[in-house]
């Protein structure tokens, strides 16, 4: 008796040790094995002394309790034992705890500590581990009728205070129980003293050699293979005989997401079996087609992998890109405008699916917004404006992940409508200046454009284009030539088309009368022109009884004139309205034309009081003379007509006034006018015999017009005089007329004649 004593207490001292030990290994929390191992760690091994892991059973007369805490009154641990009342207990009576292991795993090893007492050797304390055929590992076995303590009052107690490990060699259970076991003759125990097994640290090893399921549910747009940005979930189903503790999702190497599951490590099968979503935030990712796996560790570390499937990632905006209005930006009449743009190339990116515009009257609040879709979009058709005027209209564009960005719109385009013709009405004509027509025209949206006034003779059907401005988008202006016009009644009509292309008519005026004008419109004029010419006439008067002649000297105005190279020529008239009255003041131009010239303005003329004017010129060709008198804007224009005609000449001179017979003389000379023919101007020099010019030689002159004649005397006798003069001809290439030069005398004196 007295020998077991020092044991009880030894067993006693080193309960406070197994608490502390107890609380060291809750503060450090469960320890994680290899993969393919993991530990169930439980009672004071786990950090919140949980036991659920093992299953407990009991039968009448024994009892278990879980105490994992250390801390606290009562026996502590994982407690098997009987109820200790008095009586007996039945053999077979027992009371235990089990750990199964998870389907498809072993037990590996256990680390444990407890503490075992007995006051009644016919109870059996055991802990052991069963395989899955049936042999057992015995771990600690304290056998009934085996050790008993020699006195019966005295207990038998055994303290494992430190955790050892021990090999189970793929077991499959592990029990711990107290069994009433009876003795030879005896079929009880006894019930009055305490016999209990306590548990303070049990870590199970399991191995798991089985690897977790794992599968995508495409139940979103990422997993579908569609284009997607931003945040993404994919949709999983994981299952492990252990649970998973973690699903990850892979994407071109790298991890964009996972899900970690809570794991208890106190309990057989420690994490659950999940399904849900994994959160994956694509803007880590490289842009493009790529593939997706998921990956599932159960709570052993062993990996499953999904299969893969193609994802599509895009979180880029489409950029801007300029738009174009079909037709161009310019005003139109109908409501109806086609927008097109050209897409850019962007492989292996999302699809443009939705074009956004806003559509802005331009200075106005009025604003709308708009879409089209449809993938590669890139035109708006037949967009309409919500009233005439002008609006602008800008574009950006959304692709098939959803990117879109309105700070990317295009730069804007006008669209322009305008659905109404002008509005016209001839004015009243204005008596200061009668030839002109004013139309007025009015456009208010698109503006007037520009427009025609037409003139017709009434009743005559034939409409003649008047040229028409538009001055200040407001009116249509026209002169009406009524100098170039038949006299009589007239009616108008004028069209105005507005930027739009609408186009009006009227052939009224403003205030919805007929537009018709008679013509002329203006005061008519009458101009007289004439050249002047002077002359003699000679009478015969009668005075006193007496006759004798009177010479008066007298000018005319002719309508056309002969006159000698350089005379002077004085033209005169005069200008007179309808009633015969002088126009004083006005402007007459005179203007020259000579043969085979372009006509040229020589004189710009101011009437006098009288309504007079002259102009003097010295003649030096052969001329057409038109005198025009413009008109005003209340008076018609006119014209006269006068002619000048211009005889040529030559200058004459001789070198010898005085010669003998055999003797030569030179005579030369410059042709007046110009210009001269290109081959120069042909002269014929003449001589007087029997009161008849004769020519006797010809010449051409020089560039400059000097010409000279060499001429021998060779027949003259006696004393003789011999005038000589130039002529030149006309040609059809000299602005002037045939003419003769100055008369030279040349003295020949000769042998004296022979009578016979």
């Known amino acids: 008796m007295t020998g077991t004593r020092p044991d009880i207490v030894l067993a006693r001292r080193l309960v406070p040790c197994l608490v502390l030990a107890g609380l060291l290994l809750a503060l450090l929390g469960p320890a994680r094995a290899e993969a393919g191992d993991y530990t169930i760690s439980t009672c004071q091994a786990s950090g919140a002394f949980e036991s659920g892991a093992f299953e407990v059973f009991a039968t009448r007369g024994m009892k278990w309790r879980r105490a994992c805490n250390p801390l606290g009154p009562g026996l502590r641990g994982l407690v098997t034992a009987n109820v200790a009342k008095g009586g007996h207990v039945p053999v077979g009576a027992e009371s235990g705890f089990v ?36 042999a057992t590992v015995a771990i600690r076995n304290v056998r009934a009728d085996h050790g008993c303590p020699s006195n019966a009052k005295e207990a038998q107690a055994s303290s494992w205070p430190r955790p050892s490990t021990y090999e189970l060699g793929g077991a499959t259970r592990i029990v711990q129980r107290v069994i009433c076991a009876g003795a030879p003759q005896a079929e009880f125990c ?87 979503q994994i959160a994956i935030e694509t803007t880590k990712l490289p842009e493009g087609t790529q593939q997706l796996h998921l990956t599932a560790q159960d709570a052993s570390g062993n990996s499953g992998e999904s299969s893969p499937v193609t994802v599509k990632i895009d979180n880029t905006a489409p950029a801007a890109v300029p738009i174009a209005v079909e037709g161009g930006e310019a005003w139109r009449s109908r409501d109806g405008f086609d927008l097109v743009w050209a897409n850019p190339p962007e492989p292996d990116r999302a699809p443009i699916t939705t074009a956004t515009y806003r559509l802005c009257r331009v200075g106005g609040p009025e604003c709308s917004t708009g879409t089209v879709g449809g993938e590669g979009v890139s035109a708006i058709p037949d967009l309409t404006v919500p009233a005439p005027g002008e609006w602008e209209v800008r574009m950006w564009r959304t692709d098939a992940a959803g990117n879109v960005q309105p700070e990317n719109a295009s730069l804007p385009v006008r669209l322009r409508y305008d659905p109404e013709p002008p509005k016209l009405g001839f004015e009243e004509q204005n008596a200061g200046d009668p030839t002109r027509v004013s139309v007025a025209v009015s456009d208010p949206v698109s503006g007037v454009a520009g427009g025609g006034i037409e003139l017709s003779r009434a009743g005559s059907g034939i409409w003649q284009a008047l040229p028409t401005t538009l001055e200040a988008e407001s009116h249509l202006v026209a002169r009406i030539d009524d100098a170039a016009l038949p006299a009589g009644e007239y009616e108008l009509r004028a069209d105005a088309s507005d930027r739009a292309g609408n186009l009006a008519t009227t052939t009224e005026r403003t205030d919805g009368q007929a537009e018709r004008l008679t013509l002329p419109l203006r005061t008519a004029t009458s101009l007289g022109v004439g050249v002047l010419e002077r002359h003699e006439i000679h009478k015969t008067v009668r005075r006193h009884g007496k006759s004798r002649k009177v010479t008066h000297k007298v000018s005319a105005l002719v309508p056309a004139r002969t006159v000698d190279f350089g005379t002077g020529v004085r033209i005169e008239g005069s200008l007179t309205d309808r009633a015969g009255g002088p126009v004083a003041g006005a402007t007459v131009l005179v203007f020259s034309q000579p043969p085979e010239e372009e006509e040229t303005q020589v004189a710009s003329l101011t009437t006098g009081a009288e309504g007079g004017f002259a102009w003097t010129e010295k003649a030096e060709q052969s001329s057409s003379l038109r005198v025009v008198y413009q008109g005003t804007a209340t008076s018609l224009p006119t014209e006269a007509h006068a002619e000048v005609l211009v005889h040529g000449g030559s200058t004459l001179k001789v070198d010898k006034a005085h010669v003998l017979n055999g003797q030569s003389v030179v005579f030369s000379g410059r042709v007046e006018g110009r210009p001269l023919p290109s081959a120069g101007k042909l002269v014929e020099l003449q001589v007087l015999l029997a009161e008849e010019w004769s020519t006797f030689e010809t010449t051409r002159t020089g560039p400059d017009g000097r010409w000279s004649i060499r001429y021998p005397f060779k027949r003259s006798c006696g004393r003789e005089l011999f005038e000589f003069r130039p002529h030149v001809p006309g040609e059809a290439n000299w602005p002037l007329l045939s003419g003769n030069g100055p008369r030279v005398a040349v003295h020949v004196r000769g042998r004296p004649c022979s009578t016979g």
Request: aromatic fraction near 8%.
């Open 99 to 134: 750990l199964e292991a998870p389907p498809e795993t072993t037990f590996q090893s256990l680390r444990w500590s407890g503490y075992a007492h007995r006051r009644d050797c016919r109870y059996a304390l055991q802990l052991y581990a069963v395989k899955p055929e049936g």
């Open 190 to 276: 006894s019930g009055k003293g305490q016999n209990y097994l306590q548990t303070f640290v049990a870590e199970a090893t399991v191995s798991d050699p089985t690897p977790p399921s794992v599968s995508m549910v495409a139940d979103g747009p990422l997993a579908r293979g569609e284009w997607v940005r931003g945040a993404q979930s994919v949709g999983y189903e994981a299952s492990d005989n252990t649970g998973i503790r973690d699903v990850e999702a892979w994407v071109g190497g790298a991890e964009p997401g996972n899900v970690l599951e809570t794991c208890d490590y106190s309990q057989r099968v420690p994490c659950p079996d999940p399904s849900g």
